[in-house]
């Protein structure tokens, strides 16, 4: 069965990517490529070639009208825009509710070694109790802190479960970072970056560095394969590139 895929983004970084990976994917075939000032009906495809699943490669200020209008008109999406903080999940789940038949990916990365160093994350989480994160992306990149960085201090907040919240001393000083499920995130924006993650765990006489550097988009080849073919049989909400491979973050979606 051929995955019949719309683009939405596809003239941005990670959407044109995307597009030229799809269209030479066995199994797949890209049917609508969209732009900033495209219809949203467009994601539809057409009465010969209508889409089955949605891929927004949007920003976070476009994505949830993308998503919210590819769900009411019977398509699964795969979201890829950073930016679903937990408000709008709770949103998109309301959505999903009267829409039981359809699937929504959320993927804040669809880098493989990304959801790994998440993944290690949780595990030393139960080991340390001071626990950073920082995380660097290029200057164009408008929103932080970044969606992996918010995953993963929720999966280490999950993981530590009755340990409670991680140790984050002199948290009120604004130096001192943005606390997400009370870890301290610091976000860094350069030219000449990708993206990268450091998470820095301290104990006694030790430090713990899990460290992910992105140094090509190709990184996100096999995440967004897996992802879109995942999608067509989904429903409900599937948040993170782990649930689409079967890894146990311990993390709520």
């Known amino acids: 069965m051929t995955i019949r895929v719309a683009v939405v983004g596809a003239t941005g970084k990670l959407g044109s990517a995307a597009a030229t990976l799809l269209r030479a994917t066995e199994g797949i075939e890209v049917v609508a490529e969209l732009r900033s000032g495209s219809a949203l009906d467009e994601m539809l495809g057409t009465a010969d070639s209508p889409s089955d699943v949605v891929l927004d490669a949007t920003s976070s200020a476009a994505s949830p009208a993308i998503v919210e209008y590819a769900v009411a008109n019977g398509r699964d999406v795969v979201a890829g825009s950073s930016g679903w903080t ?12 009267a829409h039981p038949e359809r699937g929504v990916l959320v993927i804040p990365n669809f880098s493989l070694g990304a959801v790994l160093g998440t ?37 280490i907040e999950a993981a530590r479960g009755d340990l409670g919240p991680v140790e984050a001393p002199h948290a009120d000083q604004r130096a001192r970072g943005q606390l997400v499920a009370s870890v301290p995130v610091h976000s860094l924006r350069l030219p000449g970056v990708v993206a990268q993650q450091r998470v820095v765990f301290g104990g006694d006489g030790e430090t713990l560095t899990i460290s992910h550097e992105t140094v090509s988009s190709s990184a996100y080849s096999k995440g967004i394969v897996a992802a879109v073919r995942a999608a067509p049989t989904a429903t409900g909400l599937v948040v993170g590139l782990d649930r689409v491979l079967g890894l146990d973050l311990g993390h709520r979606s």
């Open 86 to 97: 937990q408000q709008r999940l709770g949103t998109l789940r309301t959505l999903l509710e």
């Open 119 to 155: 993944l290690f994350s949780a595990y030393a989480a139960r080991f340390f109790d001071a626990v950073e994160i920082v995380e660097t992306h290029g200057a164009g990149k408008s929103d932080s802190p970044s969606g992996t960085a918010i995953r993963t201090a929720e999966s």
